[in-house]
């Protein structure tokens, strides 16, 4: 699992460029059909209002895929993208 | 109804609370968000198996086809390792649509499943881009794939009813694509033909990347 959330962070670093990624998590699950997914949770820091860059994350799945390895390789990848002022209101109400 | 319209009511759901959005309407401006990809996928299959609505000798069979689009079947479809021989329109998309129908899942069913209102905008605008660089006539080809796999009994007698023998024709034309597994497709989309008027869109520099 590790070496699979190695590879997550660096591909979303790689992917986004020039924002400023505070957190990657990995976690393995699995949907509700059943299927096995790998939940991928990026925490990103830009400015009040600003926004990712759709276009780039459109295509985030399809560039993944086939980096993924092992044991994992053929989880489908679900993103979650949060900013570090939300994904913080979301652990103090998970608290 | 329009599938573009979905999205602005999306984004009326998140912006209608000052500050920070209720969790009902995060839920519910997602699941909008994702009932636009379905419906444009839906009103794509019929216009491209019928011919579109304004015919009304084909109302009917339209309306069958659109409403023969089922959530879990068109998710397996996204899902099989054929899209990746599609263009990258195609790919998008139907990755697009498997996120966001578990997401949508959750934000139905799942009671102890919280939204931020950053999420929920990514997941608007990923979506409309989704829609928008696969609006031409790739995503009729996708199309095609999930109606030749999944399409329902009763659409296939549909559109056998509203057109005779071409119907029957094409009915039996689908059921036997259906058996025959994946090559059909690859047949489809190396066609010459075809393979121009996907790729040329792509070449063009519509999608970005």
Same mark, same amino acid.
């Given at each position: ?15 986004? +460029? ?10 393995? =699950? ?12 990026? $925490? &990103? ?29 053929? =989880? ?20 | 109804? +329009? ?13 209608? =609370? ?5 969790? $009902? ?9 994702? !009932? ?29 086809? !659109? ?55 990514? =997941? ?8 928008? !660089? ?15 796999? &999944?399409?329902? @009994? ?34 489809? !989309? @190396? ?19």
């Amino acid at each position: 699992m590790d070496q699979i959330q190695k590879i997550v962070a660096s591909f979303v670093k790689d992917r986004l +460029k020039g924002v400023s990624i505070d957190s990657v998590t990995v976690e393995p =699950d699995v949907d509700n059909d059943g299927d096995r997914v790998l939940k991928i949770t990026v $925490v &990103y820091d830009i400015g009040k209002g600003s926004t990712l860059d759709s276009n780039k994350l459109v295509g985030m799945v399809r560039h993944l895929k086939p980096q993924l390895l092992g044991e994992h390789g053929g =989880d489908f990848p679900l993103f979650r993208f949060l900013s570090k002022t939300d994904a913080a209101k979301l652990k103090n109400e998970a608290a | 109804m +329009k599938p573009l319209d979905l999205i602005s009511s999306a984004r009326l759901l998140i912006n209608s =609370d000052k500050g920070k959005p209720s969790q $009902v309407n995060l839920r519910r401006s997602l699941s909008s968000a994702y !009932y636009a990809m379905f419906h444009c996928l839906a009103r794509t299959s019929a216009d491209l198996l019928v011919g579109g609505p304004s015919a009304e000798k084909s109302k009917h069979a339209w309306q069958q086809v !659109y409403r023969a689009v089922e959530h879990s079947a068109t998710k397996n479809a996204c899902k099989d390792k054929i899209i990746r021989d599609f263009p990258k329109p195609i790919e998008d998309f139907a990755n697009t649509f498997v996120t966001m129908q578990t997401k949508r899942h959750s934000a139905d069913y799942d009671p102890f499943f919280t939204l931020v209102k950053s999420e929920v905008l990514h =997941d608007i605008d990923t979506i409309e881009s989704a829609i928008k !660089y696969s609006r031409a006539r790739q995503l009729k080809i996708s199309a095609l794939f999930v109606h030749l796999y &999944y399409l329902k @009994k009763e659409a296939r007698r549909a559109v056998a009813g509203a057109f005779g023998l071409c119907g029957g024709w094409l009915a039996g034309w689908l059921y036997a694509c259906r058996q025959a597994s994946v090559q059909i497709f690859y047949i489809i !989309y @190396k066609f010459p033909f075809a393979s121009c008027q996907l790729v040329a869109p792509i070449n063009a520099g519509i999608h970005p990347s």
